[in-house]
Structures are given as C-alpha cells and as structure tokens.
C-alpha cells in the first residue's frame, strides 16, 4: 500500500514563505509524476505544481514565479517552496502520486496566509 505523509503547511503572513514536503512509501512504480494540488474553501481542487521522474515541472500560472517545486526519488520525496505567499494561496495543499498503475493522495495539509 502506497502512503503520502505530507508536512510544513501552517500559517503565516502575507509576503512570507513556508516549505511544504510529501514523502511516498510504500511499492513506488519509478515513472510517475508527484506534484502539489490545493484546495480552497467552497473551490475546487487545482494544480500547483507537478514534477515528473524526470523533473520536468508545471506550474499554475498563479503561482509561477513565487513557487518552487523539486524532488528527491532517491528518498521518494516531493518538495515545495513557497515565497511570496499571498492570502489568496490560503488552501489546504495536497500531495499526489500518479503512476500508470495507481494514484494516490496524501491526507492535506493546511496553509493560512493572513494580511
């Protein structure tokens, strides 16, 4: 079984940064894409960011420039860097791994930006 155990979100002000990671155990297919969703209330989920295995990335336009997306496959581990962070980017932030076998989600983790 596959899990994503994702940390770092929290609350912070406006202008501020905060680093998000998301570790995959489990039985890992090594071609896959790990990337970053996120979810605001009463919205629905969208892309942040999403890296391949061979790390190729894609952004949202509303985060290109501000946000940081990288990867570790030797730890199975997914990162994200968050600069300049607005309180429009307040959202609980997801975790997802899809291979051409499975897809799986990690639990959320929620970031508050407060004006």
């Known amino acids: 079984q596959v899990q994503l155990v994702e940390s770092g979100g929290g609350l912070v002000q406006a202008g501020g940064s905060l680093r998000l990671s998301c570790v995959a155990s489990g039985w890992i297919v090594k071609i896959n894409v790990m990337g970053w969703y996120r979810q605001a209330p009463g919205e629905q989920r969208e892309l942040v960011a999403a890296?391949?295995?061979?790390?190729?990335?894609n952004y949202a336009d509303s985060v290109k420039g501000r946000f940081t997306g990288s990867r570790d496959n030797a730890k199975n581990t997914v990162y994200l860097q968050m600069n300049s962070l607005k309180p429009e980017d307040t959202a609980v932030y997801y975790c997802n791994l899809r291979t051409p076998a499975y897809e799986v989600w990690g639990q959320g983790t929620p970031v508050t930006v407060s004006s």
């Open positions: 890296i391949t295995s061979g790390e190729r990335i």
